[in-house]
């Protein structure tokens, strides 16, 4: 069974930085995609970054390029969210999630991802 669980997630203040973790467990990951989503309140779930399975190509919303950077491990059983000058509207439940498939177009739609994590809580105060 595979499971994805996310770690890292807390609350500081705008323009600190967080750490996400996503680690996978039952498979890994070799050639497929790994992205991250938020879901902030009273919102519906959103892209933000993926990356392919061997790390050379990556893709990010508007929103977090230049702040937020995601990367993964050698042996593709874990993908990071190293979150930087957070701003409040950052502030949402944060998703780890996994594909078999390589990046495309449609990365940045949750349908399609297999595999999603439980989520962790990133509050951003003002």
């Known amino acids: 069974q595979v499971q994805l669980v996310e770690s890292g997630g807390g609350s500081v203040q705008a323009g600190g930085s967080l750490r996400l973790s996503c680690k996978a467990s039952g498979r890994t990951f070799t050639s497929g995609t790994m992205g991250w989503f938020l879901q902030a309140p009273g919102k519906e779930r959103e892209f933000v970054a993926w990356?392919?399975?061997?790390?050379?190509?990556?893709y990010y919303a508007d929103s977090v390029k230049g702040r937020f950077t995601i990367s993964r491990d050698t042996a593709k059983t874990a993908v990071y969210l190293q979150m930087t000058s957070l701003k409040p509207e950052d502030t949402a439940v944060y998703y780890c999630a996994a594909s078999d498939s390589r990046p495309s177009w449609s990365s940045v739609r949750e349908s399609s991802y297999r595999y999603w994590g439980q989520g962790t809580q990133v509050t951003v105060s003002s």
């Open positions: 990356i392919s399975g061997t790390g050379a190509s990556t």
